[in-house]
């Protein structure tokens, strides 16, 4: 069973762009989660999708939103972006909401000049 | 590789030897905790977990200790392999359970 794809896996924005990450998740898996790593801060809960809803949210202000589809795959968007948003954006899937077993794709190492 | 930069604790152990890694939680209240490993340029990959009603849980050549009275947690990996270099991250369920709380990490660097 092939694991969890993310694309692209490298980028690099200028400061105000706007960026979308995709994800998708392992076959049959329906919840989708998104987490910022930073060396300064390390890893973060951003928030969580399931059946096409966001379920949980972490403490990113309004330019980081995300949305999910009906096939499971997961996108996420940063709009006006800051220097402080270069990161290794993770995502994570597992079987049902709220489930403890997740499983990380290698990441997009965004880069924002 | 992916973490570059973070500035971690270093454990450094020869191979052969047995290592642990120990983590601080911050939630009295979390009732899950993971341990995850991430090789440079990949994304965290379990390793192993325990509810807060067990004291210890065994894998495969690890082993995990919680200890609820002082919130600690520690990863036991015995007959450490060049493999296992890598950083190693604990995390909780603070809330829901699909938002873990994850720790600074450790980074295992195996010699030779």
């Known amino acids: 069973k092939a694991g969890v794809t993310q694309t692209p896996r490298y980028l690099i924005k200028t400061r105000g762009q706007q960026v979308t990450l995709s994800c998708s998740p392992i076959?049959?898996?329906?919840?989708v989660s998104w987490y910022q790593q930073t060396p300064g801060q390390g890893l973060q809960f951003l928030f969580e999708?399931?059946?096409?809803?966001?379920?949980n949210k972490g403490n990113f202000p309004g330019r980081f939103s995300g949305r999910q589809f009906s096939n499971s795959r997961s996108e996420m968007n940063v709009s006006t972006l800051e220097l402080g948003d270069s990161a290794l954006y993770l995502c994570?899937?597992?079987?049902?909401?709220?489930?403890?077993?997740?499983?990380f794709g290698p990441g997009t190492r965004l880069t924002v000049t | 590789g992916e973490n570059v930069g973070l500035h971690l604790p270093t454990l450094s152990v020869q191979e052969g030897d047995n290592s642990i890694i120990n983590c601080a939680y911050s939630n009295s209240a979390s009732d899950y905790f993971i341990w995850y490993k991430q090789e440079s340029g990949k994304g965290p990959q379990f390793i192993i977990d325990i509810r807060s009603n067990m004291d210890k849980r065994q894998g495969q050549r690890v082993t995990v200790l919680l200890n609820k009275t002082v919130k600690h947690l520690s990863l036991q990996i015995a007959a450490t392999q060049p493999g296992d270099s890598a950083v190693y991250f604990c995390a909780e369920n603070t809330g829901t359970a699909s938002k873990l709380t994850f720790g600074t990490g450790t980074r295992l660097q195996v010699t030779l």
């Open positions: 076959s049959g898996h329906r919840s």
């Open positions: 999708y399931f059946s096409e809803t966001q379920r």
């Open positions: 994570a899937s597992s079987v049902l909401q709220g489930s403890y077993e997740q499983y």
